[in-house]
């Protein structure tokens, strides 16, 4: 029998928990339900309102931990808008797919008039062949005969609207009731609906916070440093937040498995220079977990690696990605920034591309300047470049893309690396900044990120 696959696409700008209500009452009745948010649409402004990336780490939020649910984050990172017809097309060889549609959408069915048939691109055609789910809304009257020929009717029992959430948030009314504890924290950490701009740093508290531990307990310094924290050591799916004792790999480790569960990382080093860390001076000095902290949003990567056969391979990174000569031959590197040609012929051992957060990492050693963490900048940056003579780094706005491209991968092969994970060897690297991929790392407010770069600055 087929996996039966709900498709539940919609704006979701913002989820909340009406969303959440629907997505489970769907979960009884299929193998599995994709929420799938929609990237910029025509004919709704308003999912512009907000950043892709602020939207996707909601919807993680909200529908993330619900079983047999996954969200989708293709048409975020994309800047697109899948209509129903190509996600038919998309997903149809997993399983039987069910597309869920509001009962307002197949009103006038009968005679042809409904809002599928009218108005969805290959309307015609999916309302004859494709499978719906209808969702009826408590009190809605609709009649059977406007059903497509393949439907069924699902009745949910929660209220509520996107419109109704964004209205509340405008005007400085509460959503407790509207949206998940989390959601409503998220919301208001960053200004969301209410700024004309969201911020992307807020000072806060973790005060009475439960956490998941994550940490090499064969390292004597991190047995030490676990021993000073309190008991409220949880299991990931009922943390607040992620508390990694280690060094900056640690932390890219950490983060690079669970991004996705959105949760604030807190970092204390164990390591050497742990530059995502908190220092553990400032840790054990007051009672833990601290309850004054700059909750800071940073962005990540988004980057294909192109293999000989012209395939790419996509991954999410949260300092630097690089390419870097595999023999002891120099590395032929063409750099083209927004499909322009700005370097020929790159002789070098490598080039990177880092966020501002890495730029304190490998970007720094091969010369580049650090980063303030708010800056909405990235960098490219060259790896003992021989040609041409003069080049080092370039700073590159975050709308930016690259594609690093091998000039000869027979003779000169290179090998390429996300946050020190080696991905193998490659024929060339795109890169930009991820619309919908972040991580949030939390400081203790006396020695935040910003002080940590004026100190590399000033040599302190």
């Not at 009103?107 to 999916?126: F, N, P, V, Y």
Request: hydrophobic share 40%.
């Amino acid at each position: 029998m087929p996996k039966r696959i709900a498709i539940f696409g919609g704006s979701f700008n913002p989820p909340g928990n009406h969303h959440a209500a629907i997505a489970a009452r769907l979960a009884q009745d299929f193998d599995e339900v994709r929420v799938i948010p929609c990237g910029p649409r025509p004919d709704k402004p308003v999912t512009d309102s907000v950043p892709s990336v602020y939207r996707a780490a909601l919807a993680d939020i909200v529908f993330g931990g619900l079983p047999k649910v996954s969200v989708d984050l293709s048409d975020f990172e994309q800047e697109t808008f899948t209509r129903n017809h190509e996600l038919q097309r998309r997903f149809e060889a997993e399983g039987e797919l069910w597309h869920v549609v509001g009962a307002d959408l197949v009103t006038g069915g009968a005679k042809g008039e409904s809002l599928i048939q009218r108005t969805w691109a290959r309307g015609l055609e999916l309302w004859e062949q494709a499978n719906f789910a209808v969702l009826k809304r408590p009190g809605y009257t609709m009649s059977d005969d406007d059903l497509p020929p393949h439907a069924r009717v699902i009745e949910h029992l929660v209220e509520g609207s996107s419109t109704e959430i964004r209205e509340h948030l405008s005007h400085g009314k509460c959503v407790r009731d509207l949206v998940p504890p989390r959601a409503e924290a998220y919301l208001a950490r960053y200004g969301l609906y209410r700024a004309p701009v969201p911020g992307n740093w807020a000072r806060g508290t973790l005060e009475g916070a439960k956490f998941f531990l994550q940490a090499d307990e064969e390292n004597p310094k991190v047995r030490e440093l676990s021993k000073l924290l309190d008991g409220r050591n949880v299991a990931a799916g009922a943390a607040d937040f992620i508390n990694v004792i280690g060094g900056d790999g640690a932390m890219l480790r950490s983060i690079r498995e669970h991004w996705r569960a959105r949760l604030p990382f807190f970092g204390i080093n164990a390591g050497h220079l742990g530059f995502l860390l908190n220092g553990p001076d400032q840790v054990t000095a007051n009672s833990f977990p601290p309850s004054d902290v700059i909750f800071r949003q940073m962005p990540m990567l988004f980057l294909e690696f192109e293999d000989e056969e012209g395939r790419r391979h996509p991954a999410h990174g949260f300092n630097d990605a690089w390419l870097e000569r595999a023999t002891s031959q120099s590395a032929w590197l063409e750099i083209t920034v927004n499909n322009v040609r700005r370097i020929p012929k790159l002789v070098c051992d490598g080039a990177l591309v880092a966020t501002a957060a890495g730029s304190t990492a490998y970007a720094r050693s091969m010369g580049a300047p650090p980063l303030l963490a708010d800056t909405p900048a990235w960098l490219l940056v060259g790896s003992n470049v021989l040609q041409p003579a003069h080049w080092r780094s370039a700073l590159l706005s975050p709308d930016t893309t690259v594609e690093i491209r091998n000039i000869d991968p027979k003779h000169r092969p290179v090998q390429a690396y996300v946050d020190g994970l080696s991905m193998g060897r490659v024929v060339a690297l795109h890169a930009r900044m991820s619309r919908a991929a972040a991580a949030e790392l939390v400081f203790c407010a006396s020695h935040d990120m910003a002080e940590k770069i004026a100190a590399i600055q000033f040599g302190a």
